[in-house]
């Protein structure tokens, strides 16, 4: 059974920063395409970003590209996601997800599934 587990969510001011971490329990993460997804309260998930298994292929939501940077470090089995200039909007629970690429990412299928990390922006 795969385990993926998130980590860096907390409260940040609007304009601030936070650093989630998405941790392979278990298994190789470096083997998968990683996705991050958020929901808010009373919304639908949403697709915030998917690297490819290498790194080398990242895509990123409209809402928040040129905020949000996707990265990993196969080393330490670890996907990260780099969260800038926060809006109020991003406050959700983010979610990381394994599959084995992001064929359709923003679609949501992928197979493994975190159970989150909660972000709030408020001043």
């Known amino acids: 059974q795969l385990e993926l587990v998130e980590s860096g969510g907390g409260l940040a001011q609007p304009g601030g920063s936070l650093r989630l971490s998405c941790v392979g329990s278990?298994?190789?993460?470096?083997?998968?395409?990683i996705g991050w997804f958020r929901q808010a309260p009373g919304k639908e998930r949403e697709g915030v970003s998917c690297?490819?298994?290498?790194?080398?292929?990242?895509n990123y939501a409209d809402s928040v590209k040129g905020r949000f940077t996707v990265s990993r470090n196969n080393a330490k089995n670890t996907v990260y996601l780099q969260l800038d200039s926060l809006k109020p909007e991003d406050t959700a629970v983010y979610y990381c997800?394994?599959?084995?690429?992001?064929?359709?990412?923003?679609?949501?299928?992928?197979?493994?599934w975190g159970q989150g990390t909660q972000v709030t922006v408020s001043s």
């Open positions: 997800a394994a599959d084995w690429n992001c064929g359709g990412w923003i679609l949501g299928l992928f197979d493994y």
């Open positions: 278990d298994f190789n993460l470096g083997d998968r395409a």
């Open positions: 690297i490819s298994p290498g790194g080398t292929t990242t």
